[in-house]
């Protein structure tokens, strides 16, 4: 029979048998485990089922009002479930109490503590005490995880759904039993979900009080939530010490949310900064970022101190208007680039050379070769000052299309009027640009210039396959309008050319016609050698006649003529200045040869299957224009790449002169062969090799597991963080990978001129330990036999701390930065930093 049916007819004859009996109690002995549930019709205030089971025996009370379970105790009841070696429930007034059993095999040991698990909570204690009904308790000796945080006090008292008191309690976000380190306090009060106040608050590290401070309060709370951001004290070898990103945080809506911040130093420095951002989940998000500095140059004191101001404006916005539109931003604006050598250590920041600004919204129509594109694009450079703006470029786009297809027209063998294609394309463009008077002369003095134009331009196409030749004829027709032209008038008594703007409108046209033809040769070699199965080459040769005018002559309203101080007619474009330029001068009728050969390998896989690899990629062309009246041969040119396994790539390229040069004259119709017996003259060659190494995953069998969920997963609270402080986690996914690249250029426009570059670069990252890394970057001129810029890092991972040594050696950004901190987002700012007493990277 089971325990639950003899407890349940226990319950009902209880009164007799006390009676009877004369005593309270009634037990019930358990050889096996025991599981039953109590009727929440008979319990009071408990509203539900309670199931319970014990290892060893349970005892009612004959009342019907207590209920003890000993050994291997649990009870559940909703979203409670408590275990421990003992566990009483007063029934009526909705009590439970828990707790352990010394054990005898380990003297002054515990076995059986109590936890208390509600929902996902979990509480550890070595006495408990709970009310079902107010839903509070007293925990002696107890401990629990509350958002990434531990807690442990010596006792717990749960006041409220999300109020806690602990008396001489910790807080600690190490897992470890033993923590690291603690935030100690005789008081704490914990809102659940919000903050921990201490008062007073001490740091502990390694059981050793390190500093203490009045009060301390500490976020608890993951997600978006309103705040102050608290500050971080240091101090900065320039502007002494500080104070900064104190601010506050502004959790407006499910949807926005606005950060405000500020850092002062005591040396004359005040930084202020905002960042809103904004999102809707599968339609928009983005972020308006400000900033601005203040910084006194010279002492308090001094009579001639002055101050300097820098700004900072950027804008991202991602937007998906509808299926067929969208909006994309990445904005910056800044006062110059003394912001970032003042405001940043970030090594790429501090070489940046331009601010590049841009806004694009686009549109396409659905079912048509239609689309539109609106542009804005700003480029400031933050050397010189000077801006470069285009507002806007507006283009509208229609694909190939093909006018003369049906919709019963076959795809697979169209008739040759079907193959006929037109793409057209127009572009309105406005540009406004701030340049230096004198380019050579960083002074401040710009001068202020502004063009725009439309272009218009036709391709047409009409394929025609013959065998197995392509023969494809092609005709490209321009248009440009402008609103003024340029006009120069040479001026005899100083020998100058002075260049005048023309307003009004102006249009000109070019075009360019032609045919290509080209075909594909395939050579085959099999072999069954080493595993490979054979060999191709595929050779891919064309030829291209194209004619183009010469636009330069008066009936094309392009260029105009001056006469120079030695009666020369000298032309000139009269659109030089204007935002597409002008037309091709001089007339072509050139012909093309070139040739593409891929040299690819078949080899015969594990899986019995064939594996094909490209062993070289190589390109050869050449130009012929019949319009010359000297050098009528353009350069050969070269191409070439290919790849070695998996892990080196090599490409490069390369051009030679067929003609001989002469000092002092150049290139003359001589070819070399005639002259010297040579070919030709190699006057460009380039290669450049680039690998990438990595191993694989350096992870205990045990801990594989946890280190990918690691690895996969980003808290809310700890990203909230990164984008609030700028720092990221160190990944150890991967023990060691190492980047290398080499480039080699030489240059040699004649025989008497030859420019060399020979630079090689690397990556090495090296997981020395599983807790150690260290990272290494630099480059090296061969030639000029210097560095630039190498960066040394090195990690260490101390469980709930972390280690970094950040060190750049030379250069003008050299310095080092130590830094010691505790890992955990939400308490970054307890750190200790040292580093170098001048301004570098750091």
Aim: hydrophobic fraction near 35%; charged fraction near 20%; charge should be neutral.
């Amino acid at each position: 029979m089971k325990y639950s049916i003899i407890i349940l007819i226990a319950l009902a004859f209880s009164n007799t048998y006390s009676q009877q009996n004369g005593d309270s109690l009634l037990y019930v002995p358990i050889n096996d485990s025991l599981k039953s549930a109590i009727d929440s019709t008979r319990t009071g205030d408990i509203d539900a089922i309670i199931e319970y089971s014990a290892s060893d025996s349970a005892i009612f009370d004959v009342s019907g009002d207590k209920l003890m379970l000993y050994g291997d105790a649990q009870l559940k009841h909703k979203e409670y479930d408590l275990k421990a070696a003992r566990i009483t429930l007063y029934r009526e007034s909705s009590i439970m109490e828990a707790n352990g059993i010394p054990d005898t095999n380990k003297p002054g040991k515990f076995i059986g503590m109590p936890i208390f698990m509600e929902g996902s909570k979990r509480y550890d204690a070595n006495k408990l005490r709970y009310n079902f009904s107010t839903r509070k308790g007293v925990i002696d000796m107890g401990s629990t995880e509350l958002e990434g945080g531990y807690y442990l006090g010596e006792k717990i008292k749960k006041v409220d759904e999300d109020i806690f008191f602990i008396k001489n309690g910790r807080y600690t976000t190490c897992d470890k039993a033993e923590p690291d380190y603690y935030f100690g306090s005789p008081k704490l009060k914990i809102i659940q979900g919000d903050k921990v106040i201490a008062e007073p608050v001490y740091l502990f590290i390694d059981d050793v009080p390190i500093f203490a401070l009045p009060f301390g309060i500490f976020p608890n709370h993951s997600g978006r939530s309103s705040g102050i951001i608290p500050p971080a004290y240091g101090e900065d070898p320039t502007y002494g010490r500080y104070l900064s990103h104190l601010g506050y945080f502004w959790a407006i809506n499910d949807y926005i949310d606005l950060a405000l911040q500020g850092n002062y130093y005591t040396k004359g420095r005040i930084d202020l900064s905002s960042r809103f951002r904004y999102v809707l989940r599968y339609k928009l998000s983005g972020s308006v970022d400000v900033g601005g500095s203040r910084i006194r140059l010279g002492e308090l004191t001094d009579n001639d101190k002055t101050f300097s101001d820098e700004w900072r404006i950027g804008v991202y916005h991602n937007q998906t208007i509808n299926p067929t539109t969208t909006l994309n931003a990445n904005v910056n604006f800044l006062s110059s680039k003394n912001y970032y050598n003042t405001s940043t250590n970030n090594l790429d920041d501090l070489l940046r050379q331009n601010a590049l600004s841009n806004v694009t919204l686009s549109k396409f129509w659905e079912g048509t070769p239609n689309s539109l594109t609106l542009n804005y694009s700003r480029d400031q450079n933050l050397t010189t000052g000077e801006i470069l703006q285009t507002i806007p470029l507006v283009s509208f786009n229609r694909s190939q299309t093909f006018p003369f297809r049906g919709e019963n027209s076959s795809l697979l063998d169209p008739k040759w009027y079907e193959q006929i294609s037109y793409a057209y394309n127009s572009q309105f463009k406005y540009i406004d640009e701030k340049r230096l008077v004198n380019s050579a002369i960083i002074d401040g003095n710009f001068n202020r210039n502004t063009r725009g134009g439309l272009r218009q331009a036709v391709n047409i196409n009409a394929p025609l396959k013959v065998s197995e030749f392509s023969f494809s004829p092609f005709f490209n027709y321009t248009e440009i309008w402008y609103n003024k032209s340029v006009e120069k008038t040479f001026n005899p008594a100083d020998s100058t050319v002075t260049t005048n703007n023309v307003e009004g409108f102006k249009a000109f046209r070019y075009f360019n016609t032609g045919v290509t033809l080209t075909t594909r040769l395939i050579g085959l070699f099999n072999t069954k050698i080493f595993g490979v199965r054979g060999f191709r080459h595929t050779v891919t040769p064309a030829v291209t006649y194209s004619y183009t005018p010469d636009f330069s002559e008066p009936q094309w309203n392009a260029y105009k003529t001056y006469t120079n101080q030695f009666g020369q007619e000298v032309k000139y474009s009269i659109y030089e200045r204007e935002v597409f330029g002008g037309a091709p001068i001089g007339e072509q009728q050139a012909l093309n040869f070139s040739v593409g050969n891929v040299f690819e390998m078949k080899v015969k896989d594990t899986d019995s299957t064939d594996k094909k690899f490209q062993l070289l990629n190589l390109s050869a062309g050449i130009n012929y224009n019949f319009a010359a009246d000297s050098l009528r041969f353009s350069e050969l040119g070269l191409s070439y790449r290919t790849q070695i396994g998996d892990f080196l790539n090599i490409g490069g390229s390369a051009s030679f002169n067929l003609y001989k040069y002469v000092d002092g004259v150049g290139r003359v119709n001589r070819f070399l062969w005639n002259e010297d017996k040579k070919i030709a003259q190699l006057t460009n060659f380039n290669i450049s090799l680039s690998t990438t190494l990595a191993g694989g995953e350096i992870v205990d069998e045990v801990d594989s597991t946890k280190a990918e969920e690691e690895l996969s997963e980003t808290s809310t609270q700890e990203s909230e963080y990164v984008g609030m402080y700028g720092d990221k986690p160190i990944d150890f996914s991967i023990p060691w990978s190492v980047t290398l690249n080499y480039n080699y250029s030489i240059s040699k426009p004649n025989p008497s001129v030859i420019t060399k570059f020979s630079n090689i670069s690397g990556n090495l990252n090296f997981n020395l330990t599983r807790n150690w890394k260290i990272t290494f970057s630099a480059g090296y001129d061969i030639f000029q036999q210097q560095f630039s810029t190498p960066y040394i890092t090195l990690y260490r991972d101390l469980h709930c701390w972390e280690m970094s040594f950040n060190w750049v050696p030379t250069g003008i950004y050299r310095g080092y930065k130590f830094e010691l901190r505790i890992k955990a987002p939400q308490l970054q700012d307890v750190k200790v930093t040292r580093q170098t007493n001048y301004r570098g990277v750091f």
